[in-house]
């Protein structure tokens, strides 16, 4: 079956713009979480929809936003990008109810601010 | 508070030699899983063992074996006989019944010498 699939893979942006990334999780998960991964830090939680709801939440700032859609496809926004935000952000999607099995990754939208 | 350290940012190896990955956890939760995540170059993480606070016997997988010891908060992951496609990134990651969050490590990126 078909994994996760992110969009876009790559992209470049300068200070200030916004940015929206895309995540189609794997038919019938119904839960899609964001993380941010970068050198030395790791793989940040951002947060977690499951059945269109935010579930959960990292410490990231409002400049950080998602929504989940019916289809449970999910987007993230983050508006007025700083040189920090350079990161590869990962979209996982599981099945979800209680959120304690494996966690399937897309590919990332590698993000570059200049 | 709850922490995944993995101490060893980076490990080299010549193929065929054992290797142990290592990751110490922190939560003062009773019930909560731990997680080995692959990252290969392409990006996406891969689920490789999940284990449950409740399960302390060890896993074997093929070349892949697993020593879970709460006395020491210790998860570690040991290849034999690596291989140089198991040259990746790996995350060892730990999921706690209080928040339903993940929290990842910082990594241990192998390298695999032919």
């Known amino acids: 079956k078909a994994g996760v699939t992110q969009t876009p893979r790559y992209l470049i942006k300068t200070r200030g713009q916004q940015v929206t990334l895309s995540c189609s999780p794997i038919?019938?998960?119904?839960?899609v979480s964001w993380y941010q991964q970068t050198p030395g830090q790791g793989l940040q939680f951002l947060f977690e929809?499951?059945?269109?709801?935010?579930?959960n939440k990292g410490n990231f700032p409002g400049r950080f936003s998602g929504r989940q859609f019916s289809n449970s496809r999910s987007e993230m926004n983050v508006s007025t990008l700083e040189l920090g935000d350079s990161a590869l952000y990962l979209c996982?999607?599981?099945?979800?109810?209680?959120?304690?099995?494996?966690?399937?990754f897309g590919e990332g939208s590698r993000l570059t601010v200049l | 508070a709850q922490k995944v350290t993995q101490a060893q940012t980076e490990i080299s190896v010549v193929e065929k030699e054992d290797v142990t990955l290592d990751c110490v956890y922190e939560?003062?939760?009773?019930?909560?899983?731990l997680f080995w995540y692959k990252q290969p170059p392409s990006g996406e993480l891969v689920f490789l063992i999940r284990?449950?606070?409740?399960?302390?016997q060890n896993e074997i997988s093929g070349r892949y074996s697993w020593n879970f010891q709460k006395s020491t908060s210790s998860f570690n992951f040991t290849i034999t006989a690596s291989q140089v496609v198991d040259s990746a990134v790996y995350f060892c990651?730990?999921?706690?019944?209080?928040?339903?969050?993940?929290?990842f490590g910082t990594g241990t990126r192998l390298k695999v010498l032919a």
């Open positions: 939560t003062r939760d009773t019930t909560y899983y």
């Open positions: 284990r449950n606070s409740f399960d302390e």
């Open positions: 038919s019938g998960h119904r839960s």
């Open positions: 929809y499951f059945s269109e709801t935010q579930r």
């Open positions: 996982a999607s599981s099945l979800g109810l209680l959120n304690t099995g494996e966690l399937f």
């Open positions: 990651a730990l999921l706690t019944s209080g928040t339903y969050k993940y929290i």
